[in-house]
């Protein structure tokens, strides 16, 4: 009887310990093997009849690794001609009421060329971030000056994306402006955002626009470094920057294996299923030069998005 209850006992806390063990489990300690902060991020997406270009370059940083300015672009060739450019001027302060807060100021160029027809405009924003006793941001409150590049009349317009969130992981948020409301859900399994939603509703048609984005991880490949959220440039729905300094909640620690999008667009009583994209990644990289996601795709002959030091 005494070595059955011993025996009972050491089963029991083996149970218990491996079950203690899988619980205190945290993903995040094992990026351990030193900072990454890239300065330039390149995605690349190739078509037989488009090549586009998004970028952000000269990310310059504060000594806590704060981002303080960037330049982003925008470029697609070929069957249409566009080109967006943003330079942002960020500055962190703290509000009379003893919050951390952030003010940005973006100047835009936009061009578009499409069937003959050609639209250019310039913007000057200014965005002003609140962020919550957690650290994380609870609004983004923009005032718009938008003008035609051939002209000095400028129309004025605001918008606001708010967030929402469940401990340090960001479930849902809301855009809106004069024209359009934006919502996006956010659903977690674990330390891994599995699924985005993106629901555009046009205040003016009524038309409404209807995205799903569905990611798998490796469950055993960590990304291993620390410093900068990379998946906020995979993944879709988070204003990049700001998520990638962590203003946004945690972001996923595991290496991307799988997305696919899709959706619908329903306009009057029509309604139609986007098509379809599925993309493969392999990641690979050296803390000290570069990291890269390399996607195998039903729709692009080439797609990377290069992360670089």
Not at 144 to 150: L, R
């Amino acid at each position: 009887m005494n070595r059955l209850f011993l025996l009972f006992t050491i089963l029991f806390g083996a149970t218990l310990f491996s079950c203690s063990d899988s619980e205190t489990y945290n993903p995040y300690d094992e990026q351990r093997k030193g900072d990454f902060y890239p300065s330039d991020i390149t995605i690349k997406k190739n078509t037989e009849s488009r090549e586009t270009t998004e970028k952000w370059s000269n990310i310059k940083r504060d000594r806590t690794g704060r981002v303080t300015s960037y330049d982003y672009t925008l470029e697609i060739k070929g069957d249409i001609s566009q080109k967006e450019e943003r330079s942002h001027i960020i500055k962190y302060f703290t509000t009379h009421e003893g919050l951390d807060a952030i003010e940005t100021t973006i100047n835009l160029k936009y061009s578009k060329s499409a069937n003959g027809i050609t639209e250019e405009y310039n913007r000057e924003i200014q965005e002003i971030v609140s962020i919550n006793t957690n650290g994380y941001i609870d609004a983004i409150d923009s005032r718009i000056k938008h003008w035609k590049s051939d002209s000095t009349d400028q129309t004025m317009t605001t918008s606001r994306r708010t967030f929402e969130y469940s401990g340090d992981l960001c479930k849902s948020s809301v855009y809106n402006d004069k024209d359009c409301k934006i919502t996006y859900k956010y659903n977690w399994s674990g330390y891994q955002l599995r699924k985005i939603t993106e629901l555009k509703e046009d205040l003016n048609d009524g038309s409404v626009e209807y995205n799903t984005f569905n990611y798998t991880f490796s469950n055993r490949e960590i990304y291993p470094y620390t410093g900068t959220n990379l998946m906020a440039f995979v993944q879709s729905g988070m204003p990049q920057i700001y998520a990638s300094m962590g203003y946004l909640g945690k972001g996923t620690p595991y290496i991307l294996t799988e997305e696919i999008q899709g959706g619908y667009t329903k306009f009057d009583n029509t309604t139609s299923n986007n098509i379809q994209i599925r993309n493969t990644y392999s990641f690979d990289g050296d803390v000290n030069f570069k990291v890269a996601y390399n996607a195998f795709s039903n729709i692009y002959d080439t797609y990377s998005i290069t992360f670089s030091k």
